[in-house]
């Protein structure tokens, strides 16, 4: 069962347990949007997955362990 929920964008809510070094990078690399994507998201929207598990595979590892980065959409 897909649950899905009316947020509001939040970029500290997506990082909340994301290793420090991934934080840093989605940060720099995201950071100079933010304002936009709260602009474009300023209404609630229909997302999914929740905000909190948009980056769930960098808790799990940091930057050195990665080995591999396969591409690819549903």
Same mark, same amino acid.
């Given at each position: 069962?897909?649950?899905?929920?009316?947020q509001v964008?939040?970029?500290?809510?997506?990082?909340?347990?994301?290793? $420090?070094?991934?934080?840093? &990078?989605?940060?720099?690399?995201?950071?100079?949007? +933010?304002?936009?994507i709260k602009? #474009?998201?300023?209404?609630?929207?229909l997302t999914? $997955?929740?905000?909190?598990? &948009?980056?769930?595979?960098?808790?799990?590892?940091? +930057?050195?362990?990665?080995?591999? #980065?396969?591409?690819?959409?549903?």
């Amino acid at each position: 069962m897909l649950i899905y929920l009316m947020q509001v964008f939040d970029i500290n809510k997506c990082l909340l347990g994301v290793k $420090p070094k991934w934080t840093e &990078i989605i940060q720099y690399s995201i950071g100079p949007h +933010v304002e936009t994507i709260k602009m #474009v998201l300023s209404a609630p929207v229909l997302t999914f $997955p929740l905000q909190e598990n &948009i980056f769930e595979a960098f808790k799990y590892f940091d +930057v050195p362990d990665l080995k591999v #980065v396969i591409l690819g959409q549903d």
